[in-house]
């Protein structure tokens, strides 16, 4: 947007002197407050300039509307990315429920030796099978669990506004972050939910 002398005037005064008062701009531009009230409005308008009672202008420096966007689709996974809950797969129903309680988590990871993923199995999934006739102290929570391929996973460097997307489009509250194997296996070395997205957008809204 182009400014004319005046205003740019101003503007170079603001940025060298704020919090200035408007009478303040007006001596140093040898001016009347009623002949420059026309320009400080327009600064304030657009952006530029902010006015507060009993303080004067500062530079607030031009408003881009798509600064937020832009913030949130740079956050990554591996910035807000928790700490996995794993098991093995022999592992049992009960002991699983307990993990998940003392935790409080939502979901419980199912991995082998070296941390590959072989499944997942959410605290409704377990639930499920308590309140049946199973002895979930004996029944192992690979009998139950989701196996691949049917899982959904996030990497550390998503963005994790598109894991936020991939989350409700599924309709599920959190995810395993994992990395590549060279044996073609997934390695678990975090999770992702629901928190994790709040925490982040709290932490924007804050400015950090």
């Known amino acids: 947007m182009q400014l004319n002398e005046r205003q740019e005037k101003i503007i170079e005064i603001v940025k060298e002197n704020g919090p200035i008062t408007g009478e303040r701009v007006a001596e140093k531009l040898n001016l009347t407050r009623a002949s420059l009230r026309p320009d400080l409005a327009f600064l304030t308008q657009i952006g530029l300039l902010e006015a ?105 460097d998503e963005s994790l506004w598109e894991v936020a997307k991939r989350m409700i489009d599924r309709q599920i509250d959190g995810m395993p972050v994992v990395r590549d194997r060279e044996n073609g296996q997934l390695q678990v070395v975090g999770r992702v939910t629901k928190t994790n997205i709040a925490k982040a957008f709290v932490s924007l809204g804050q400015g950090e």
């Open 52 to 156: 507060r009672p009993r303080v004067g202008y500062y530079y607030k420096g031009e408003q881009n509307p798509f600064s937020m966007y832009e913030r949130m689709r740079d956050l990554k996974v591996s910035d807000y990315q928790s700490q996995p809950v794993m098991v093995s797969e022999s592992t049992s129903v009960y002991d699983c429920i307990v993990r998940i309680f003392v935790e409080d988590v939502g979901t419980i990871f199912v991995v082998n030796e070296a941390q590959e993923l072989e499944g997942i199995s959410s605290r409704k999934d377990m639930l499920k099978i308590a309140i049946g006739k199973a002895d979930i102290n004996q029944l192992p929570i690979g009998v139950i669990m989701t196996r691949m391929p049917n899982i959904v996973v996030a990497y550390e």
